[in-house]
């Protein structure tokens, strides 16, 4: 049940505390981490169609244990990571000093960047909108830390479960895109925070996940006017 008059601040405590607590076992997850070559290649080559040709300055938004982070530093990008759960962070600065990877891991809120205004080409975020109190502020830090021209892409999904899973009974009603979007409906909320030439394109091949994905994904990208 949602408690009533909570801040954005004690929400956010709440979602950090649940990804902190996930994030020793995050990566056994086939559908999170990379588990062959054949995983890893598919990955590349959807970042490097929806980013384009390195280098470029990338902020991995969310970027938790930093699997996409390590596969655009594979890339050859400038990668920084951000997110708000230490514990995240902590694994993902262990694996990329095990890939050989210079990424800057950084603690950070979504919602409220410290980066100056337009930092970096790219902006990337896999399965971090539905986390958010404020999806529109997020959008709109975004594209204040993207250069005029840079791009933002977004690798989201469309689960719609039946109630919410474990960890987020208590704040899913503050979420407003709990349970994911459609790629239409994100496009209209994209098209609305100001992003422009906005796209989608699945992502069902069994290969990307480790399985049949049970639910829609897809990336999704649009230009910072």
């Known amino acids: 049940m949602t408690e009533p008059n909570r801040s954005p601040t004690e929400i956010k405590g709440e979602v950090r505390a649940y990804w902190n607590d996930r994030a020793e076992t995050y990566d056994d997850d086939s559908q999170h981490a990379l588990k062959n070559e054949a995983q890893h290649d598919a990955w590349l080559s959807v970042l490097h169609t929806w980013t384009g040709d390195a280098p470029q300055r990338i902020l991995d938004v969310g970027c ?103 960890g987020y009974e208590r704040v899913h009603d503050d979420l407003p895109l709990y349970d994911g979007r459609s790629p239409e409906e994100l496009s209209e909320f994209l098209r609305a925070e100001g992003l422009e030439n906005v796209s989608h394109e699945p992502l069902m091949a069994e290969v990307l996940w480790g399985e049949t994905p049970e639910y829609e994904q897809y990336v999704i990208a649009g230009d910072v006017p």
């Open 64 to 166: 938790g244990t930093g699997v996409i982070s390590s596969l655009l530093a594979d890339l050859g990008h400038d990668v920084s990571g951000v997110d708000y759960s230490t514990e995240m962070l902590d694994r993902a600065r262990e694996k990329a000093r095990e890939k050989g990877h210079s990424i800057d891991f950084d603690v950070g809120d979504a919602e409220a960047l410290d980066d100056l205004d337009d930092a970096y080409d790219t902006v990337t975020a896999r399965h971090l909108i539905w986390t958010l109190p404020d999806p529109a502020a997020a959008i709109g830090e975004w594209r204040r830390v993207v250069r005029p021209g840079g791009r933002i892409v977004l690798i989201e999904g469309h689960w719609d479960f039946s109630g919410p899973f474990a």
